[in-house]
């Protein structure tokens, strides 16, 4: 099998899974969890969150050349072996699995 690698660069937030903010976001809770679901397959996951980890979106040139034209509305992107596979959502599980050639999607 190859190696998959997944990048997940966030918006700028307190923290990865929402729930400390005013407002609780239920898609952040889930898409940590399938992160962590996806982690145990095999493939190698990278979160970067804008107000902690700002380097990490100015060293990888796809995503800064989209944040120059897109600004901070191409948020969340998701990148997969170096290709981004979505921006401005976060995918589902069964999307994650798909994007990393996973054949079985765990509920």
Request: with cysteine.
């Amino acid at each position: 099998m190859q190696s998959s690698e997944l990048e997940v660069f966030d918006l700028a937030m307190c923290c990865s899974t929402g729930v400390c903010g005013a407002e609780v976001d239920p898609r952040l809770g889930q898409f940590a969890a399938d992160l962590e679901w996806i982690a145990t397959q095999g493939v190698r996951v990278s979160r970067y969150n804008l107000a902690r980890e700002p380097e990490a979106f100015v060293r990888n040139v796809r995503v800064r050349d989209l944040m120059g034209r897109w600004g901070t509305s191409c948020l969340p992107l998701v990148v997969h072996n170096d290709e981004v596979v979505t921006k401005g959502r976060y995918p589902s599980r069964s999307q994650l699995a798909a994007i990393a050639g996973l054949s079985q999607v765990a509920p």
